[in-house]
């Protein structure tokens, strides 16, 4: 029985134990599957919703006690007081791990949330919907404690998650959609936080893709991160208010998207570091301003980022491209740039605050290749005129090691069209601290007829066309704080043709303007050229009708100009020109056409040089080495023009010395200014010229030395202009026998005299040149045949009609004249002394009486074959028939007289007797006669002239005997 007993307490003990143990289990899955679902319902969701104040639901609540799992969902958690959702999901996985209970740490194999749901309010007040939950935060226990809370997460899974967030302070909505998390194996337990999490996000933000993956180590001593982050497509402007700063323009479209890597280290001194690397796309960026006028657009901008350290900040862009860029360029009436009004004026505050900052962090950029493709800049000038508007386009542009601070040279290719098919192209280096810069510049075809909005109003000139070409080298560079600029190559300006707005027509134009060699710098100023070549050039210079010049007219001058422009350049102020340096070796012209037109005189006067060549060596800036200059052209086509001589028109005195030579003018185009000036038209003739200018400061010496060959002139014209001088008369006696006219005009003067027009002293000279010839004639020719002397009479001795010594000189120089001017005819005008040609007269007619009573005595005395006007007297003789006269004339006085008489001296006889002498008017008349016969005889005689150009004429004064001159005087007619 005891045996029995003994083997049956066995098996009722496990039996017992079995039902315990069964019974635990019982009341333990009972307690897991319905008493903690139970226990979470009705214990801690009615507290949860006590602490946050919100309404809970969930629709299903399961515990699994076997696998130590948790699910519920759906879920929903309302806004306070409020029927909309604040936080949902549609189901929660948590798979706990038993030994969560022994490590007192919640070991979580699993945490699954599939659809979960936040609704995030960001409000005016700068509060958030959820702020009431944090306002009383547990404090956080101190760093590495052993009592803070412990967890490891095998698998952390978020699935098809969505968030809205409403920024009401921004009146934006923000929506997250297909939020998919996946984190595996992270956890705070030292042993654990080693190694790195895997972390994999995707989501779309605003229907914008958005992914994260990488490893991250959240708890370890480093807390390091490293996660590829890729975006595509997130629309810029919508984020452009969360910018920090007040932008005075708005991104009107743009989308950006990424694939870089970023890695976030901490060090356990708490040194950070924060790297990105990776790629950057911008696309379709347009950027206005408030007035919502485009500035920007960047089809294509894409960053290629290097390891760049964001923290310190040390960026380093490996390449920035910028494709089919448009950059439009604006000014507006009051010249100011719309570039500039995007950047806020700086005061000193911000100042200041800008300097604290810069001390505090060391900004630094790297960008090793910057490069824009297909650029396009328009330019819109709103300043000017007439609004100006230019683009340039096929921008090409690539730069390499650039960097802020500037460290290295950066390397700079640039090429780009104008708008007329125009080509611009640089190259070099660039370095900017400090600045220098050595580029080669290539400048084709590059328009200059757009750039009539820049001509001042003033000026009365239409730009046609214009092209400017140029290839060369620029360097800048600093030198004692000031830069230094050179440019060395050549320059030229081709196809430039000009129009004057006045008059509708044609101004300055030419074929090709060039510089060679060209070697130019700023600090110090200086050009030097090898040589200007000018070729197929046209300019026209017009008198207006009023009297005034097309140049004038187009430029606009004014007097207080010209006189700013002359205190401007008074030797000794300016100092450009004590510092500017010149060297031009050599100035050509070549086929140029200059164009004179006077439209003061009707009809109108034109004259054109043709085929215009000149050459101009040695200008420099030095006085003391004036530059040659020669010219050449044909006047109308036809008549060689030749210019010799030296100017130095840069010189503190201007300096001028120049012979102008022309030979066979065509006179009969100068009618138009003949009818004018002169009262007549030319029929025919020749003009040459020799003019001499000489030109110092501003004094000028001039030698016009004029011949005229065949002049003829034509048909009288009324003329109130005309010179009031007998014209025909002063040509006659100015042209020789070979029908030509040799004029010498010198001038002299001062230019600066406001007084002095140089035209009008050239014409005033000539005038009083004509007048000289006519009024002086004698005197002109005598000049022309080397005589002095006043030729315009004949003097003689007192009562002789017989011409002496100096009487032969003067009539041969008046035979050659007349014999050289057959043209000229010449009035002899008798005339004499009344009171010593009478008393010689009476001497003559005493001497011949005196010779008579010789004679008489001769006969009586039987001597015959006497010739009377041979006889001479003896002293002795004179005074015997002298006293034989006088008593033969005093026969008819009483005694008493008589015999007073007697005893008067040889002398008083002779006053006696020529007392009784009597000569009168018809004496003298014949006297005058006698002389202008003997006059015209020897001219007649000696030089072979013809009678009928030599007459003799009798002037009223000689018929009334009132003449007081014992001589012939000449007249030409």
């Known amino acids: 029985m005891n045996q029995k007993s003994s083997k049956e307490f066995p098996g009722k003990g496990w039996k017992y134990f079995l039902w315990g143990v069964g019974l635990i289990f019982l009341l333990y899955m009972s307690f897991g599957f319905l008493g903690v679902p139970l226990a979470i319902r009705y214990l801690l969701i009615p507290q949860a919703e006590h602490y946050l104040q919100r309404k809970a639901v969930v629709d299903r609540i399961e515990f699994d006690p076997i696998f130590f799992s948790l699910s519920a969902g759906p879920f929903k958690l309302f806004e306070p007081g409020a029927s909309e959702i604040f936080f949902s999901f549609e189901k929660m996985l948590i798979d706990l791990d038993f030994s969560s209970l022994y490590k007192r740490a919640a070991i979580i194999r699993e945490f699954?949330?599939?659809?979960?749901?936040?609704?995030?309010?960001?409000?005016?007040?700068?509060?958030?919907?959820?702020?009431?939950?944090?306002?009383?935060?547990?404090?956080?226990?101190?760093?590495?404690?052993?009592?803070?809370?412990?967890?490891?997460?095998?698998?952390?899974?978020?699935?098809?998650?969505?968030?809205?967030?409403?920024?009401?302070?921004?009146?934006?909505i923000h929506a997250l959609n297909k939020l998919n998390l996946s984190i595996n194996s992270i956890s705070n337990f030292e042993r654990e936080n080693k190694n790195p999490a895997i972390l994999s996000l995707s989501v779309q933000i605003n229907q914008s893709p958005f992914s994260m993956k990488g490893?991250?180590?959240?708890?370890?001593?480093?807390?390091?991160?490293?996660?590829?982050?890729?975006?595509?497509?997130?629309?810029?402007?919508?984020?452009?208010?969360?910018?920090?700063?007040?932008?005075?323009?708005?991104?009107?479209?743009?989308?950006?998207?990424?694939?870089?890597?970023?890695?976030?280290?901490?060090?356990?001194?708490?040194?950070?570091?924060?790297?990105?690397?990776?790629?950057?796309?911008?696309?379709?960026?347009?950027i206005v301003n408030r007035k919502g006028e485009m500035m920007l657009l960047f089809p294509e901008l894409s960053f290629n980022i290097s390891p760049s350290q964001l923290l310190i900040p040390q960026i380093h862009f490996s390449r920035i491209l910028l494709h089919s860029p448009q950059f439009n360029l604006a000014r507006d009436p009051s010249g100011n740039f719309n570039y500039l009004s995007l950047f806020p004026s700086s005061n000193t505050e911000a100042a200041a605050n800008g300097q604290k900052k810069q001390e505090k962090t060391a900004f630094s950029l790297l960008l090793d290749q910057l490069e824009i493709k297909s650029g396009i800049v328009s330019f819109y000038d709103h300043s000017t005129s007439k609004p100006f508007q230019s683009e340039i386009s096929h921008i090409d542009l690539s730069a390499e090691n650039l960097s802020f601070p500037p460290r290295e040279k950066v390397r700079l290719t640039l090429s780009a069209q104008t708008f007329d098919s125009g080509k611009i192209a640089l190259e070099g280096t660039v370095g900017l601290s400090p600045l220098l810069a050595d580029l080669h510049l290539n400048l084709n075809k590059i328009s200059l007829a757009e750039a009539q909005p820049y001509v001042p109003e003033k000026i009365k000139l239409f730009l046609a066309s214009g092209q400017i070409s140029s290839s060369g080298d620029i360097q800048v560079a600093m030198m004692n704080d000031q830069p230094q600029m050179t440019f060395q190559g050549n320059l030229s300006v081709d196809q430039f043709a000009t129009l004057d707005q006045l008059s509708k027509s044609e101004f300055v134009k030419w074929n090709q303007l060039t510089f060679t060699k060209v070697n130019m710098g700023y600090n110090p100023l200086f050009v030097m050229l090898d040589e200007i070549r000018l070729s197929d050039f046209y300019f026209p210079f017009i008198v207006n009708a009023d009297g005034s010049f097309n140049v004038s007219d187009i430029f606009g001058g004014t007097s207080t100009d010209t006189e700013k422009d002359k205190e401007s350049s008074a030797p000794g102020e300016s100092p450009l020109r004590q510092s500017f340096k010149l060297n031009i070796q050599k100035v050509s012209l070549e086929k140029g056409h200059l164009r004179f037109m006077d439209k003061k005189i009707q009809p109108n006067y034109f004259l054109n040089l043709n085929e215009l060549e000149s050459r101009l060596h040695g200008l420099t800036e030095i006085y003391e080495k004036p530059a040659n200059i020669s010219l050449k052209g044909k006047l109308n086509g036809q008549t060689p023009l030749q210019i010799n001589g030296k100017i130095h028109p840069l010189a503190e005195k201007f300096f001028l010395d120049l012979e102008l030579q022309s030979k066979g003018i065509d006179m009969s185009s100068f009618s138009t200014y003949s009818s004018r000036f002169l009262g007549y038209k030319i029929e025919k003739g020749q003009l040459s010229l020799n003019l001499k200018y000489k030109v110092s400061g501003n004094h000028i010496d001039s030698e016009n030395s004029v011949l005229l060959d065949h002049f003829t002139l034509g048909q009288e014209v009324e003329s109130p202009d005309a010179l009031n001088v007998p014209l025909k008369l002063a040509l006659a006696i100015l042209e020789d026998r070979n029908g030509k006219i040799q004029l010498d005009i010198p001038v002299k003067g001062r230019l600066d005299d406001p007084e002095i027009s140089f035209g009008a002293t050239i014409l005033q000279a000539l005038v009083n040149l004509l007048e000289k010839v006519v009024t002086a004639p004698f005197s002109h020719l005598g000049s022309l045949f080397g005589d002095e002397e006043d030729l315009q009479y004949i003097e003689f001795d007192h009562g002789q009609a017989v011409l002496t010594k100096d009487a032969l000189k003067k009539l041969s120089v008046i035979g050659n004249v007349l014999r050289d001017r057959p043209q000229l005819k010449l009035e002899l005008e008798g005339s004499f002394d009344q009171k010593k040609d009478a008393e010689t007269l009476r001497q003559k007619i005493l001497e011949k009486r005196l010779k008579i009573e010789k004679f008489s005595a001769l006969q009586k005395n039987g001597i015959s074959g006497i010739n009377l006007n041979g006889l001479t007297l003896s002293p002795q003789e004179k005074e015997f028939y002298l006293k034989a006269l006088y008593l033969s004339e005093n026969q008819s006085f009483p005694e008493t007289q008589q015999s007073s008489q007697k005893e008067l001296t040889s002398e008083q006889m002779k006053n006696w007797l020529l007392k009784r002498i009597e000569v009168n008017s018809d004496n003298l008349r014949e006297l005058a006669v006698q002389r202008a016969l003997i006059v015209r005889s020897h001219l007649i005689e000696t030089k072979n002239l013809p009678g009928e150009r030599i007459f003799i004429t009798e002037s009223e004064k000689m018929k009334q005997a009132k003449s007081l001159f014992n001589r012939v005087e000449l007249r030409i007619k």
């Open 112 to 172: 699954k949330l599939e659809q979960p749901f936040v609704n995030l309010i960001h409000e005016r007040n700068q509060q958030f919907n959820f702020s009431d939950l944090i306002r009383n935060p547990s404090a956080a226990s101190p760093e590495g404690s052993s009592s803070g809370f412990f967890f490891e997460f095998n698998k952390i899974q978020i699935s098809d998650g969505e968030a809205r967030l409403e920024d009401q302070s921004k009146s934006k």
């Open 215 to 286: 490893k991250i180590k959240p708890f370890s001593p480093s807390k390091e991160a490293d996660l590829a982050i890729s975006f595509q497509n997130m629309d810029i402007p919508y984020y452009m208010s969360y910018l920090p700063i007040n932008l005075l323009l708005e991104v009107a479209s743009g989308t950006i998207s990424g694939d870089t890597i970023l890695n976030y280290s901490q060090m356990e001194n708490g040194k950070q570091n924060l790297r990105l690397e990776g790629k950057v796309g911008v696309k379709q960026l347009k």
